[in-house]
Each structure stands twice: as C-alpha cells, then as structure tokens.
Antibody
C-alpha cells in the first residue's frame, strides 16, 4: 500500500536550517509529483509547491521562494524539504502529499512539526 | 494568482442539520476543485474532486456542486463524526491554492 513516512519533529533556533524527509513506498516514486503543505499552529493549509520527482524540477508558491528548497533522491524514493534562515513564523507542521487530482486519490505523510525557538 | 475564498470561516449546527459551505475563486477554474476534510489532529483527506465527484468511501451525505468561480460543499445531515475543518483547493494550474477553511462544530 502507498505510504509516505516523514522524519520526526525538529527544534531549531532562529537562523538555523532544517531538512525534512518524506520516504515513499508502495508505488513508483517517479510517477507522481510530491506536494509540500504547511500548517501553522491553529491555522489553515498552505500549498508550498511541488517537485516533479522524475525530473527533480521544483515549483514554489509565492511566499516560499528563496529559503525553501525541494529536492528528491530517487534511489531511496525520498523527497526533501529544506528550510534555511529559520524564523519563528516557520513554526508549523509540514506535510508531504501525493495527490492524483484525476482520480481524487490522496496520500499524506504524517506531518513533521518544526519548532523555531530561541 | 487566483485566490480561493471560503465562507463561513466557522459554523455551529445541530446533528441532522443541512450544512452548506461555499468556496469562491477569484477567476474561473472550470470544475478543477477539490474539497478536503481535516479532523482535529489528523491529516487532510479528499472528500470530493472535480467539484462534484465523491471520493470512494466517503458517505453519501456529502456532496459538491459548482463550476467556474462558485462552489458548494453540502452535508445533507450533519453527524457528530463530521466535526472537522473543510478546505477547498483549486487544481486548474499552479499555485494549487487552498481556501482559508471552514470549521464545523456541533451545537
């Protein structure tokens, strides 16, 4: 069965970096783009962008350019989100998600809480 | 970029009530709209895609309608297990913007 398993919670100081992983299994990794979604505490869902896993080509939503980098390692079927120069407002749960908008089938990672605090 | 505006932001209704949530796109998106349900502490899941197609396994009390700029999610008879926040999302093109969400509670 399709599974997306994310890395565990992270605590970082302002200005540091963090890298979140999302390991896929149960399907051909390069057949689907991987979406990244942010949810700040008590807030709604924000689509951060996606990465085409077959080419490694990312696309970022407005507000997620510059400090946010999506990448993939197809040899281990894993997508990554790296955030640099962390700010307190980056504190959120970050989800990876595979969504097939043609069939409506969606698979989500369990979410990774990134806390930025001094 | 196209903005997605949901209303209301929250609602409280009684068990058995009919509940309607609206989502408006700032430009036409045909029927490229998905509705998600996110229960407290859980990940989101697709309820409806292509504006009106019920995802497999979703109770038939949920329905979606609309095309162009105006969309509706309806729960025909609200149940306690429907307590959640509901989000719309466009997928006609990138960015695949979410609406702000509608929190549904039981009165």
């Amino acid at each position: 069965q399709v599974q997306l398993v994310q890395s565990g919670s992270e605590l970082r100081k302002p200005g540091a970096s963090v890298k979140v992983s999302c390991k896929a299994s149960g399907y051909t990794f390069t057949n689907y783009a991987m979406n990244w979604v942010r949810q700040a505490p008590g807030q709604g869902l924000e689509w951060m962008g996606w990465i085409h896993t077959n080419t490694g080509n990312p696309a970022y939503a407005q507000g997620f350019t510059g400090r946010f980098v999506f990448s993939v390692d197809t040899s281990v079927s894993t997508a990554y989100l790296q955030i640099s120069s962390l700010k307190s407002e980056d504190t959120a749960v970050y989800y990876c998600a595979r969504v097939d908008w043609i069939t409506g089938k969606d698979y989500w990672g369990q979410g990774t809480l990134v806390t930025v605090s001094s | 970029d196209i903005q997605m505006t949901q209303s209301p932001s929250s609602l409280s209704a009684s068990v058995g009530d009919r509940v309607t949530i609206t989502c408006r796109a700032s430009q036409a998106i045909s029927n490229y709209l998905t509705w998600y349900q996110q229960k407290p502490g859980k990940v989101p899941k697709v309820l409806i895609y292509a504006a009106s197609t019920l995802q497999s396994g979703v109770p038939s009390r949920f329905s979606g309608s609309g095309s162009g700029t105006d969309f509706t999610l309806t729960i025909s008879s609200l149940q306690p297990e429907d307590v959640a926040t509901y989000y719309c999302q466009r997928y006609d093109s990138a960015p695949r913007t979410f609406g702000g969400g509608t929190k549904v509670e039981i009165k």
